[in-house]
């Protein structure tokens, strides 16, 4: 396809409404409406499928530069086209640590070279993500890559005062610091979530408290210096109810969550397959039900990957021995269709907002997470959310298999992913 070329997508429910037809020219929609014509161009039926802006992730691995043989850019960026999204944001922990404009300008660069998906690098909040010296935060904001959302994510930012300067130091530019929560001391050597299961199996255990004390120092330390932070990867029900209460503050606390940690408990750990271990770790059932209710109510503002590629040697291997972490972007809509829609939690319009609209604005990402009207940026996701199909890593577009949902079987199916008018898939294969 050309880019000019004019694409008439016929009949889509838009949004999960009444079937409408959906005209894109070049780069952007041009009309939205009943019985379009447009003469010469593509049409793609779409059959009463959904139409939703293109998914916007705020919390992708790619591992370029360094650990190229878990992933690469481009088999990222084919990951993430190939489940809806149209803009990913790739974390700093790199191998060089993405803590300079050098190294996020080149995966910037990487991701407009990949042409399946944007890239928008994460800056790290400091040096070596070692937590003791502030990174150029500034010299990353101004370069090319425009950074907004600075984390040491894989780390804790633990010292108080580093946190306090960087939030401070963001507040100029409109950035957001986003926090893996982890109290370091509280989870050395931590292998499981804390509680019955970790007791059962003598697992050393990562408690709730470690995630929620992070939290609810940060969410205090935002409000002081009058910043914005984001807390990655929430995953208890103490955690919503600190951000609860922060919102109901009015203080600048945005928070996600993973697809995995609204499916998954701990009592998969029972298996002892390391494909379920990953950081922070599956909890309970109760958490999970609290995490549903809090995305459903827009606690939790949306719904992030943590797409974290390994090759098999580092995850076929004993429990202790085996990495963190888990592949999530080939997936993470159906398990959301699975959990929040399937489940009458969420309607696809609250799915368009918690995996778009929202962590377009978290992240200040311009031309994502926009209706979808006329001149609006063509960036679109078209899916099939009557398929049903048993997840099969072999055909994923990464270039890690480490799924924990091989075998299962999951609802919903991306049938197209327009990005700025031109399809990265269509008929649900990569073009
Ligand atoms: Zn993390």
Aim: glycine letters at 10%; proline letters at 5%; a negative charge.
């Amino acid at each position: 396809m050309t880019m000019s070329e004019t694409i008439l997508i016929r009949g889509a429910r838009v949004l999960g409404g009444a079937a409408q037809d959906v005209l894109i020219s070049g780069e952007t929609v041009t009309a939205v409406g009943a019985d379009l014509e447009a003469p010469g161009a593509t049409v793609v039926e779409a059959g009463g499928h959904i139409l939703l802006p293109g998914l916007v992730d705020l919390h992708t691995h790619l591992r370029e530069p360094g650990r190229e043989d878990s992933e690469t850019v481009l088999t990222g960026t084919r990951a993430a086209a190939s489940g809806g999204y149209t803009a990913v944001h790739a974390m700093a922990n790199t191998f060089p640590v993405a803590d300079t404009a050098g190294v996020v300008e080149q995966v910037w660069r990487l991701g407009r070279e990949s042409g399946y998906c944007d890239v928008q690098p994460v800056g790290a909040v400091t040096v070596g993500l070692e937590g003791r010296q502030l990174a150029e935060l500034g010299a990353m904001a101004d370069s090319a890559a425009q950074v907004r959302v600075f984390s040491d994510d894989g780390k804790c930012v633990d010292d108080a005062v580093i946190m306090r300067r960087a939030l401070e130091y963001v507040k100029a530019f409109g950035g957001v610091v986003a926090q893996h929560a982890q109290e370091p001391r509280l989870t050395e050597g931590a292998q499981m979530n804390e509680g019955t299961v970790s007791g059962e199996l003598g697992l050393t255990g990562w408690p709730a408290v470690a995630e929620e004390s992070i939290i609810a120092r940060d969410v205090l330390l935002a409000a002081h210096v009058g910043s914005r932070v984001h807390i990655c990867h929430l995953s208890t029900a103490g955690s919503v109810e600190i951000v609860r209460w922060a919102k109901s503050k009015g203080w600048d606390v945005t928070a996600e969550v993973t697809p995995h940690h609204l499916l998954l408990t701990d009592e998969l750990v029972r298996s002892y397959d390391p494909v379920y271990k990953v950081n922070p770790p599956l909890r309970t059932e109760a958490d999970v039900m609290a995490l549903r209710e809090a995305l459903a109510d827009g606690t939790i503002d949306c719904v992030a990957t943590d797409h974290a590629p390994h090759p098999h040697e580092d995850k076929d291997c004993e429990w202790a021995a085996a990495a963190m972490g888990m592949v999530g972007l080939e997936t993470a809509l159906s398990v959301v269709q699975h959990t929040m829609v399937d489940t009458g939690l969420l309607d696809w319009a609250g799915v368009a907002d918690r995996m778009s609209a929202r962590p377009a604005a978290i992240g200040r990402l311009e031309g994502h997470g926009r209706p979808i009207a006329a001149g609006e940026p063509a960036n679109l996701v078209l899916l099939d959310p009557a398929y049903r199909g048993v997840v099969n890593p072999a055909g994923f577009a990464s270039r890690s298999r480490n799924t924990p949902y091989e075998g299962r079987e999951l609802p919903g199916r991306v049938v197209a992913t327009f990005l700025r008018g031109r399809a990265t898939v269509m008929d649900g294969k990569l073009t």
